[in-house]
């Protein structure tokens, strides 16, 4: 008989998960708080002593891509579940972006559809946009605009009358800034009466040279 040998002696696991016979056995590693599958190796186990924490002796099968390996819930078997870690989700309520860095199932409330608008509402199953209150909000907006090239207009106009009128009032205009202040009178006048609610079809009159 010989005094040496090249076989591995491997471990067995018995019913209460101790080793009933000392060996080498191979381990699948998971995480403690997700169970996700992290790792294998080789353990030497002694007689009576049981696997590592977070460890179990099944061999898993490897995913397929877009999900991941965990441990099950009761720790007796292995399961897939989605993987979409690294993708933007949205709240169906507030439209408001997210990354995803867990695995598992999109929480409740949330989808991986994209809104295309500000307006977007969620009906069950996609988005859908709301036209009546996008077009108003664009046609508040476009008003804001005008008012806001009225009053910048309003404002040079303003500034231009009042330098010509104290040079009238002072006696000290010429014929040229005379006449360029009935311009500027009239062009403010003109100004006053545009109704920026007339948007987007106003007529802007073109200021005095």
Request: proline letters at 5%; a negative charge; charged letters at 25%.
């Amino acid at each position: 008989m010989s005094n040496y040998s090249t076989t591995i002696e491997t471990a067995e696991l018995g019913e209460n998960g101790l080793s009933k016979k000392a060996g080498w056995i191979t381990v699948y590693h998971v995480n403690q708080d997700t169970g996700e599958y992290q790792s294998a190796s080789m353990e030497y186990l002694m007689f009576g002593v049981g696997l590592p924490a977070y460890s179990y002796p099944d061999e898993p099968e490897l995913p397929a891509a877009g999900q991941a390996l965990r441990r099950a819930a009761n720790g007796k078997s292995w399961e897939f579940v989605p993987d979409h870690r690294g993708q933007m989700v949205y709240s169906i309520e507030t439209r408001e972006p997210s990354l995803i860095t867990t695995i598992g199932e999109l929480m409740e409330g949330f989808t991986l559809l994209e809104p295309a608008t500000e307006f977007d509402g969620w009906n069950g199953k996609r988005w859908v946009t709301d036209a009546k209150a996008q077009q108003a909000a664009e046609l508040q907006a476009a008003q804001q605009a005008a008012q806001q090239a009225l009053t910048s207009r309003l404002t040079v106009a303003n500034a231009r009358i009042q330098t010509l009128s104290d040079a009238v009032d002072l006696d000290m205009a010429t014929d040229e800034e005379k006449a360029a202040l009935t311009k500027w009178k009239t062009y403010r006048v003109i100004l006053n009466r545009i109704d920026v609610s007339a948007t987007p079809d106003i007529d802007w009159p073109k200021a005095p040279e």
